[in-house]
């Protein structure tokens, strides 16, 4: 079982509707979670990061996370086409290292 | 604010051959993790240094890779030989204030071994 996992895509939704992006992990001991973003042939960028269970709002990002069920999404509401991307979940525990996720590439269409 | 620098940011190289990628990280920041990614594992941490000290290195796939942070500015990831395997986008990211998972990466370097 890989340590985060994703759903690879693609996902595909229409401008203005409301992305989601999901992402489990198996290290119970997880302390940190991120969502970056990656446009193709550039480095990633962090968007969010939550550190406990519920919801995260900035802007028209929302973060969520329940420990209980090793789980964590990312919500994009308003779709642009400017947010079709690789979003990459990143797990954080105590040893001040982080695990990626393969990533879910996003498309939102015009 | 300069973030973080990565240079060469494409090479091209034959088996065999020694590549050297360098990193300079943030000004002030006290973390620097040096990562690979590729389509088939995505991204993978290789090693990562707190005050210039390698602290986690067991992301680096073997004897041929090094790693090395001779001061706060500058850090180095060296392949001596490379092999076609090695073929990724390797990226250095950098932490501070804001915690070690508070990354922010560089560019990458774009490497072909050929």
């Known amino acids: 079982q890989k340590e985060v996992e994703q759903n690879s895509g693609p996902l595909s939704v229409p401008e203005g509707a409301i992305a989601s992006l999901n992402c489990t992990y198996s290290?119970?001991?997880?302390?940190?979670f991120f969502w970056y973003r990656q446009y193709s042939g550039k480095s990633p960028e962090l968007i969010m990061s939550?550190?406990?269970?519920g919801d995260k709002e900035d802007g028209r990002f929302t973060a969520q996370l329940n420990k209980a069920s090793q789980y964590v999404s990312l919500l994009i509401r308003d779709s642009q086409p400017s947010d079709s991307a690789t979003y990459l979940c990143?797990?954080?525990?105590?040893?001040?290292?982080?695990?990626f996720g393969a990533g879910t590439r996003l498309t939102v269409k015009p | 604010d300069a973030g973080v620098i990565q240079s060469p940011r494409h090479e091209v190289t034959e088996m065999g051959q020694e590549v050297t990628l360098r990193c300079k990280p943030i000004?002030?920041?006290?973390?620097l993790f040096w990562y690979r990614q590729t389509m088939m594992r995505g991204l993978e941490l290789l090693i990562y240094?707190?005050?210039?000290?390698?602290?986690?290195d067991s992301g680096m796939p073997e004897d041929r890779f090094s790693a090395k942070m001779p001061n706060a500015s500058f850090s180095t990831l060296k392949i001596q030989p490379s092999e076609p395997r090695d073929s990724a986008v390797y990226f250095c990211?950098?932490?501070?204030?804001?915690?070690?998972?508070?990354?922010?990466f560089g560019p990458g370097t774009r490497l072909l071994v050929l």
């Open positions: 290290d119970r001991g997880s302390q940190s």
């Open positions: 939550i550190y406990s269970n």
């Open positions: 990143a797990v954080g525990n105590n040893n001040n290292d982080m695990r």
């Open positions: 240094f707190n005050n210039n000290v390698p602290i986690d």
């Open positions: 990211a950098s932490s501070g204030s804001m915690g070690p998972e508070t990354q922010y």
């Open positions: 000004s002030g920041h006290d973390y």
